[in-house]
């Protein structure tokens, strides 16, 4: 039996984990792909508690689980793939999206939720504005990894319940 099977196990268990299911490596724009991992998670949540607490709950545990995935498995991909803020590692694009339901929670109608609510957060991701760039500057941390996705779905959140509550 190869000694090695353990640690060849544990090498693609954290680049399936990393890319979400291979997500990262669909070919071009890695981090959209990412972000779209994160929509039957939130449509689950929506249509499944109808209490805003318990979907707001929901998401908050999923955000959680990604973080902490992220957290195990961002080490060892940056190690295998010698980049500091690998494109393939999307979890953060994960985690960035599933912030945008969080702060909405139940207020808005799922159409609005996904498809704005994407297009801000994606938005907001590529574009870097000031709060995202202070976290984007964090090169190869884990804050600097995944908080300009946090941040970029922060913006994305208020920014819909901002338009929600004009129209």
């Known amino acids: ?43 689950w949540g929506y249509e499944t508690f109808k209490s805003p607490a318990a979907f707001r709950f929901f998401i908050l545990t999923w955000l ?26 999307v979890l953060d694009e994960v985690a960035g999206f599933l912030v945008v339901p969080l702060i909405t929670g139940d207020k808005l109608h799922i159409s609005v ?10 938005l907001f991701d590529i ?14 941390t884990f804050c600097g990894v995944m908080g300009d996705d946090i941040v970029s779905g922060l913006y994305a959140g208020f920014i819909l319940l901002i338009l929600g509550k004009l129209i």
């Open 1 to 43: 039996m190869n000694c090695n099977f353990g640690k060849t196990v544990s090498k693609s268990l954290s680049i399936l984990a990393a890319s979400a299911g291979g997500a990262g490596f669909l070919p071009r724009m890695p981090g959209t792909w990412g972000t779209a991992v994160a929509i039957p998670i939130v449509v």
């Open 64 to 89: 959680l689980l990604v973080c902490l995935i992220s957290a195990l498995v961002l080490p060892e991909v940056q190690k295998l793939w010698k980049e500091t803020d690998p494109t393939r590692f």
């Open 127 to 140: 574009s870097k504005p000031p709060g995202v760039r202070h976290f984007d500057r964090m090169k190869g």
């Open 113 to 122: 939720l996904l498809i704005p609510g994407f297009l801000l957060f994606r």
